[in-house]
């Protein structure tokens, strides 16, 4: 428990100046200690972080994040809305004969070939 720990102590000036200088946001452990560590019979441990993301950056981290899991249904929404503002977009100016038939059918298949992992397409 403590009684191995006991003699080993966290150099305060030292981790202060490790802290200052900017280093990984890794722990990083001295394996070569200052001479007047040595004799003095410390160790010293220095862990240094990275600074607390701020909450706007937070906020977009999380944004960035449902939108990526949830895009599908969300542009789902975005199209029935878009259809409900806007409707002629889809009766008129799309041509939904040729659409619906042809181009529509292209691009499903088209996508799921595109899904296709390449080591499966020598096998077809």
Request: glycine share 6%; aromatic share 8%; net charge negative.
């Given at each position: ?72 249904v969300l542009l789902i929404l975005l199209a029935i809305l878009l259809a409900y503002?806007?409707p002629p977009l889809g009766a008129v100016y799309l041509a939904p004969a040729i ?26």
């Amino acid at each position: 428990g403590d009684d191995e720990h006991a003699d080993e102590r966290i150099d305060g000036p030292a981790m202060r100046q490790e802290l200052s200088s900017g280093c990984s946001s890794e722990d990083t452990y001295e394996e070569n200690p200052p001479a007047n560590a040595e004799a003095s019979g410390t160790t010293t441990i220095s862990t240094s972080q990275a600074p607390a993301p701020s909450l706007s950056q937070r906020i977009r981290k999380y944004l960035a994040a449902f939108l990526k899991k949830n895009s599908f249904v969300l542009l789902i929404l975005l199209a029935i809305l878009l259809a409900y503002a806007y409707p002629p977009l889809g009766a008129v100016y799309l041509a939904p004969a040729i659409t619906a038939g042809w181009i529509c059918v292209i691009l499903i298949f088209l996508l799921t070939g595109l899904t296709l992992p390449t080591a499966d397409l020598q096998y077809a």
